[in-house]
DNA sequence: ACCGTTGCCGAAACCGGTTTCGGAAGTCAC
DNA sequence: GTGACTTCCGAAACCGGTTTCGGCAACGGT
């Protein structure tokens, strides 16, 4: 007895049955038993039934850590979050959780779940599961332009697989949803209703998603026939206070957009307070569209335009593709991307101001007493 | 080679190194490395240090699954989501997983996460991890007052703790948060504004916090000095669109509450839209208080006035709980309880208008043109 | 000098599976 | 009837740890 488990109580689970149980009553050794039920091709068609419908009978289920010290599996996908980060990820938890685990579930797998309380210290918490082996594969969230954790499980020949794209793609797998498109999409709308300056939010810089959401902003531009315009365009966006200040500084451009495309719906609904205070009815005075279809945009007045994004599913496609891959399919030949889908709320429309119009109303406001707004509880 | 595992890639990981190996390096059989590491008594001190240092020089992790074959223990702790529910659990679930993992793995375990579609399913799923030993004890989370959870735990043997309390405790260690304190807390705080009509708004009735939030409610208008006026309760609100639906209600009523307190915060939220719809400022003639501390309260103008819950200190607190249970003390020694902080916000104040007052202008605005409003998106 | 402890470690069994190897029986061709 | 080839299964090794058991050496007491 070890010193300090002194006083252990004994756990008395269910008596399980073992392989070699199963096989004592089916008068065949436990490797013939093994055998039949991984489908090995030396064992006759009769006997795998037998040993199948008996284990079925005495509800026999192998014990996948036992399987993994010979074999070296876990079945088991594993999850690092990172705990610091409050952007738009965290809504959907519960379901991209729910999405992953059933995926696994269906195929016997588990998930395990770790954290890490800031960037720096995501990789050596990877680096840990990896070493204890508590993960086949991993499942890697929010995907950076320059991932430590792709350069790290690359190194080191773990299969992973990206919730969304990255830089340097040689030998990933991922699945992602085309967030250039919606931007893109979200222009091409703006532009339809008949506006003209069209100002960008983006969200986290370091972010791959950031770059490939700035190219669809930019393609929009460029198919709705309008110019760029540098000062349209800010970053690192990603709470409302962030996108109530970006809000502030594009409407106090000498010409003001007159539709704003926020990268993250957190950060769009800054707009919210911004137009309150200014006194602009948002989606006639003021145009927003934002990305990620959260909750709390559905709940604003007026609703957000934004665009959905199915969490549960990417849960579970991830999943799917992450234990193909860890059987042995190729990485790269393990691709997939959807769509989002536009969710239109009340948060845009055809502009009833100009830039101009807006720039003077605005001006006029300036002129007033400014609202001091001391309840930020 | 089974059949259906045809072409695996051969896992090419780093090289590991096994306690065998740390044996041979130190001139010592593999056993009295494990018992020195595992600090038996019949090791001597020398020695015992100069494992462990090598062990350190070397990098050498024991596979938990490798150990978990003979101690029976995988060092991991499960938790069974329920992934049709939407409510307060969801906006904190990123804190609370951050809670229990890093908790976990302060102490070398992990977490092993699953979801069931249903409640239905929830016993099933549990049941599953249980017979395939995939983690030594589980979280559960939203405990309700006759859980089915608890009685097939126990039944099994299997140790668990409660994030709440629950009808029948024998046998359960658990941490909770004093809602009932908290409501007692929020009546006794509308009281002593003047408000004489208190309504109060439960939550789910299956789960064991809504008894107790309603016996702090009761609690708080008896210490108050207040009548209980059954036409002022009610209860299953766990959505915006159920609070509003409440809060219509109880409006309606011919003496109307000035101050509602809800059980949930997401509830609560409901109020916003019926004030708005109905002509009211919230926090001056009408106050509501909620209970959860959800950022969507401080976001709604006024800001909600609720009660924090720190959601990652309770995943702390479990998992600690759980750990120690699992390693052999006593569970019914192993119960903490904390009280919610009141956090306040602009939704509640001094009643600007009586209950007939306020009885008497809803009813003027009934005569009125109803406003419809047809923007539900 | 002898015996009983005690301290410390090696050897081997063990946990519950998987995988390798070899051989017994059956099948087929000649 | 013999040899070669299959088919199918048992036996045993193996994975990486933990735990039991027994024995050697040193020590203490008389």
């Not at 729910?98 to 588990?110: F, M, N």
């Not at 602009?280 to 990620?292: M, N, W």
Request: some cysteine; aromatic content about 6%.
């Amino acid at each position: 007895m070890p010193v300090t488990t002194t006083g252990q109580k004994r756990l008395q689970r269910p008596p399980r049955v073992t392989i070699g149980q199963l096989a004592d009553a089916l008068g065949l050794a436990k490797g013939t038993v093994s055998r039949a039920l991984n489908d090995y091709p030396d064992i006759s068609e009769s006997t795998r039934l037998r040993v199948k419908r008996a284990a079925q009978r005495m509800g026999y289920r192998p014990l996948s850590h036992a399987q993994a010290i010979r074999t070296g599996r876990t079945r088991s996908l594993g999850l690092v979050l990172q705990s610091d980060v409050h952007d738009g990820m965290r809504p959907f938890l519960a379901e991209f959780l729910s999405g992953l685990t059933q995926e696994a579930s269906r195929e016997g797998w588990t998930l395990t779940v770790s954290t890490a309380p800031s960037e720096a210290e995501l990789a050596g918490v990877l680096r840990r599961l990896v070493e204890e082996h508590k993960a086949d594969g991993f499942v890697l969230p929010r995907t950076m332009i320059e991932d430590p954790r792709v350069a790290l499980l690359r190194a080191l020949g773990v299969p992973f697989v990206l919730f969304g794209r990255t830089g340097d793609g040689r030998g990933c797998s991922w699945y992602d949803i085309l967030g250039e498109e919606a931007m893109r999409e979200a222009v091409l709308r703006l532009a339809s209703f008949g506006h003209r300056r069209i100002a960008f939010v983006n969200g986290g810089n370091r972010y791959n998603y950031s770059v490939l959401r700035e190219a669809g902003y930019r393609a929009g531009l460029r198919e709705a026939g309008l110019a760029e315009a540098p000062e349209l365009m800010r970053r690192d966006a990603l709470t409302p206070q962030e996108g109530a200040a970006a809000t502030r500084a594009l409407l106090a451009l000498p010409e003001p957009p007159t539709a704003i495309v926020f990268a993250v719906d957190m950060a769009a609904l800054g707009a919210w307070p911004v137009a309150a205070e200014l006194g602009l009815a948002i989606g006639r005075e003021l145009s927003v569209i934002g990305y990620d279809g959260v909750p709390e945009g559905a709940l604003a007045r007026p609703s957000l335009t934004s665009f959905d994004v199915d969490t549960k599913r990417a849960g579970e496609r991830l999943a799917h593709l992450l234990i193909r891959q860890i059987r042995g399919e190729e990485a790269e030949a393990l691709r997939e991307t959807e769509r989002a889908r536009l969710r239109e709320g009340g948060s845009d429309g055809p502009p009833e101001l100009t830039s101009s119009e807006l720039a003077r109303r605005l001006r006029a406001l300036r002129q007033h007493v400014t609202r001091t707004d001391g309840r930020m509880t």
